[in-house]
């Protein structure tokens, strides 16, 4: 586990991302890195969210966005997983932990 | 003083506005010229800057693009490998001085648009080396070159840690400690440039060199460098920097000054009087007296004549003259930077290795 | 005119002249060449294709020659050199016609950055074009080669070129290039296919072209609509089985498959959403080429 519960995130600005998604995989290119990754349906909604959302989420607040997202709702340690994306993406340079 | 017909891509860039009456077989001379010296994607917007291109005819107009649109590739690949660098160096406080096309693209010069970029060169004093060798290896970027006599010929006799390559995104990087190695006949002092280093607008941390010393740097690098490929362009990069600084207040009296500090008086003198004759870069007739401080003697200066613009002649038919230049033009290159002896020795064990990879 | 149209003397004197101009799809080319297994190879694989005169603008100069050194005399060798340059390592001399097609293939996939180039063949049928991306080994050629012998159109063997602004395919109809096993099994299948004659011990192992179908070089011009995207997997004695591949992975597969997608950018990433978004994708394991055919012309009949 690599973040605490109360620690905010933030995507990448939404004009340094291009995505699509096609029956729940999503593409992404990053335009910071100028990487293109393959996310499957979890990842990729997560990143969605972030996308969408207005100011840094903390798991807590993914986690009820995903709201009976059928990859979420799958997964049997809900928080790990989206913590375990959100690692990811900070490897990838998808989004980063927000310092405030 | 004779000196040879300019070639179709100098004339496109002395004049580009005689361009659109080109024939197409006048084209089709001036895009392989123009892509042999890296200067396809410079072409095209010179061209653009003066409302020209879209009176190209198409077949040769589709080059100029393509050229174009891969060398904004590379430059937004530089920007984001600058980006990287600059992350993993900060935790050091060791000042990086970006060189060449990397700085003139961070500071916003018109030297870096429509320019092609392969490695990125920065310079860091020699104290700090090892230090952000280690951090650089701790990132991600490991060695190129593994043979132990490499590893000794770029640490001990030239200036430069051996090229780094980034592991996933496989990016090059040089790291400097000076612009010309300790065993080389001229003595820049590096402490002085990186003294006289600028931050870049908008960075924290990134500097380059001031624009005497860039067009220093650039002058030497030309005139002093093993490639000698990539000639036209240096030219064409030290012909852009320098109408753009010649706004800049003193900088022509500062330029002939500092070459004397650096003891770079001869490169200045060859890089002045090679702009002006192929690229008619507007030079003051003082600053070119100023610079004759570093004009070689006679029978010398003959020769280089000869080597130099033979050497920038992009003639992409492959000559046995012009071919015989740039192998002298290699030898003279490596001669300014080691002492006769070790360059024999360098250059037989680099004739040694190539051989075996023929064989292997 | 055509090179069919040239007297082998005029081919010759072209070649080893100023240069042949030949015309392949959007790009013309001057080959230079005084060896025999050039024109040889000219003649025959390119007969159909257009010559162009001198007045016209050529995109790339290429020459295959032997080297200048002692080497000459006792162990034949090759060059490819473009602009005076010499991209390639020297390859053995009866390896020159392989060596020509390679250096023009290089020659379009490192500059011609118009297009997003994938390394796929691609044919057509009824406007709309099959891309079959897949690393050497995975049989694309071999299924393009059987697929132009049953009635689809050869848009390209090796580099499907992309139109940024539409996403259609434009042609690139030059010999098709086989290895090894697939050389025998393309003389069985296609009886009536016109194939030089196998070259031996190159790093691919045994080659051969096959000449392009004339119909394929007279609708040079025609693009075609990306509509299926196949990764193609040869696996001997196997049924054919096409099994659906997800868009995404699809996409994963052309982007991973172009020389220059990351030239382009995001360009490229939407050109590329846009080209699978619009084409059904599959996996395709086949044993033999009898049975490819029919999947492929079901499939093309229930659009």
Redesign the interface.
Known sequence: MSSLPALRWRSMPTDAIAWREWDGEFVVRNE???STHLLGPLAGSVLQILLEGNGALSIADISAALGDHPAATAAPDRCAAIDAVLSEFKRLGLAEPDPR | MSFVRPDPVVLALRDPAAMPGLS??Q??TLV?QA??TSLLPRVALTLDNLGLLQQV?P??R??L???R??AQ?QA??VR?EV?FIDRALAATGVPVVLLKGAAYLVAGLSAARGRMFSDIDILVPQGALANVEATLLLHGWHTIKTTAYDQRYYRRWMHELPPLRHISRQTVLDVHHAILPITARLKPDSAKLLAASRPVAGEPRLRVLAPVDMVLHSATHLFCNEDVGNSLRDLADLDSLLREFASEESFWPRLTVRAGELDLTRPLYYALRYAVRLLDTPVPDRVLGAAEIGRPPTLVRGLMDALFLRTLQPN???NGVASLARGSLYVRAHWLRMPPLLLAQHLAVKALRREEQ?AG | MIVADLSPQELLRRLGGAGLRLRTGPV?NRIQSRLPKIAHGVALHYADHAVED??????F?VRVAPPRSLRRWMNPQVHF?F???RPF?PLPADQAFPILEWGLNWCVSS????YLIVHAASVEKSGLALLLPGPPGSGKSTLCAGLVSRGWRLLSDELTLLDLGTGRVVPLPRPVSLKNASIDAIRRFSPGAVLSPPVHDTVKGSVAHMKPPTESVHRATETARPRWIVLPRYECGAAPRLAPLSRARAFMHLADHAFNY????RRGFELLAQVVAGSDCFDFQYGALEDTIAVFDDAARRV
């Open positions: 910071r890195t100028g | 197409l077989p084209w089709e392989r892509r042999r005819p077949a040769p589709i080059h693009e393509a050229a649109t891969l590739a937004e690949a984001r980006a992409p038919a492959s023929k | 013309l001198s007045a016209g603008f050529a995109d100069h050199q602009d005076g340059a390592l500059h011609c950055h118009q990351d030239v382009h950018g």
